[in-house]
Nanobody, 115 residues
Framework: QVQLVESGGGLVQPGGSLRLSCAAS????????MGWYRQAPGKQRELVAR???????NYADSVKGRFTISRDNAKNMVYLQMNSLKPEDTARYYC?????????WGQGTQVTVSS
């Protein structure tokens, strides 16, 4: 059973930056495309960024130009660099495969953008 552990969230002011990290318990990233998802209170979980095994990236329009996803297959890590953060980016962030069947969700990491 693969486990995913997200970290790096926190409280940041609008315009600030955070870097999220996702660690897998065993090597999967070299095989699958991975994504970062977020879920705000009262809203559905949404995919905001994805990266293929070859490193091709795609972003939701809401984060394009501000967020950058990257991966280190040797370390079983996926990252999300978030710049120019906005209050509407406030959510719990999770990593997972970009397509079903998904891995069991980790705990996520909370990102709060507020002055």
């Amino acid at each position: 059973q693969v486990q995913l552990v997200e970290s790096g969230g926190g409280l940041v002011q609008p315009g600030g930056s955070l870097r999220l990290s996702c660690a897998a318990s065993r090597s999967i990233f070299s095989i699958y495309a991975m994504g970062w998802y977020r879920q705000a209170p009262g809203k559905q979980r949404e995919l905001v960024a994805r990266i293929t095994a070859a490193g091709i990236t795609n972003y939701a329009d809401s984060v394009k130009g501000r967020f950058t996803i990257s991966r280190d297959n040797a370390k079983n890590m996926v990252y999300l660099q978030m710049n120019s953060l906005k209050p509407e980016d406030t959510a719990r962030y999770y990593c997972n495969k970009d397509l079903p069947p998904l891995i069991s969700w980790g705990q996520g990491t909370q990102v709060t953008v507020s002055s």
